[in-house]
């Protein structure tokens, strides 16, 4: 089976990784397991062989073979041969756990539609190294961005394992991280409108704060107050900031809007 550049389909063959996430997911009996992009089902495969319960999401067509074979012989295992970006929010309800070996140029769409649409408490992907850092990012660097407030708002993160590009078939022009997130025990979980917010700030990451929130010059005098407030400096900049104080921000915006 041929990968295809428009899904952006780079297939993992070395069976040392999967057993790596197989045993990151911490696969128990009544586990509700949701693998996004099948390919040829080689993790599939070993995750059913680990006694999972698995549902496949594919995208290609052409894929449908070996996960036809897969159903056969493991009653378990179901699938939909569907883009996992359009499956309605009803039909992930009973997942816990989610796995992945993810398009680069979709990672964080697919991580947004995770986080809105599923209550998956342990997920398991494999993504692009940039991508990977800038999840893990601390507020000073460059790779902080929107995508490590949202992240970091919702799970604590661990690099498991570095991939090098040789492993894929065929190989990407970069390196992979595999990246396992476990959804964080508390009521502290940001909105679809808040994390538009901290995507605003993030696109002016060069300006000084103020000049990120403010507009004219009677915002700036009002926003001034706010970070007073808040004993945040008007001249730091959004990069600077840790993901708290970024919430402080949001919660700030958010009661002078309604009140």
Not at 36 to 55: C, D, F, H, M, S
Not at 102 to 121: G, M, Q, R, S
Not at 198 to 220: C, E, H, Q, V
Request: proline fraction near 5%.
């Amino acid at each position: 089976m041929n990968p295809k550049k428009h899904f952006g389909q780079h297939f993992l063959y070395q069976p040392y990784f999967f057993q790596t996430i197989s045993e990151s997911l911490d696969i128990h009996p009544d586990d509700k397991i949701l693998e996004i992009g099948t390919g040829p089902a080689r993790l599939t495969e070993y995750l059913l062989k680990k006694g999972a319960n698995v549902w496949g999401v594919e995208i290609d067509k052409e894929m449908e073979e070996p996960l036809l074979r897969l159903k056969q012989k493991y009653p378990r295992f179901l699938y939909t041969i569907h883009d996992f970006l359009t499956l309605p929010k009803e039909s992930l309800a009973e997942v816990n756990k989610i796995v992945g070996n993810l398009p680069y140029h979709l990672t964080i769409p697919i991580l947004e539609k995770v986080i809105f649409e599923t209550n998956a408490e342990r997920i398991v992907f494999l993504l692009a190294e940039a991508t990977a850092l800038r999840f893990l990012a601390k507020e000073g660097i460059k790779q902080y961005s929107s995508a490590t407030v949202m992240a970091q708002s919702f799970f604590e993160m661990k690099k498991l394992l570095f991939i090098d590009r040789k492993s894929f078939y065929p190989p990407p022009k970069i390196d992979s991280i595999l990246l396992r997130f476990d959804r964080k025990k508390t009521n502290r979980e940001i909105t679809p409108k808040e994390l538009q917010f901290y995507k605003g700030l993030f696109s002016k990451r060069r300006k000084i704060l103020i000049n990120t929130l403010a507009n004219d010059s009677t915002s700036k005098e009002r926003w001034i107050g706010r970070l007073k407030e808040l004993c945040i400096n008007p001249h730091e900049r959004i990069e600077n900031l840790t993901v708290q104080t970024l919430h402080r921000i949001y919660l700030k915006a958010e009661f002078d809007e309604y009140h």
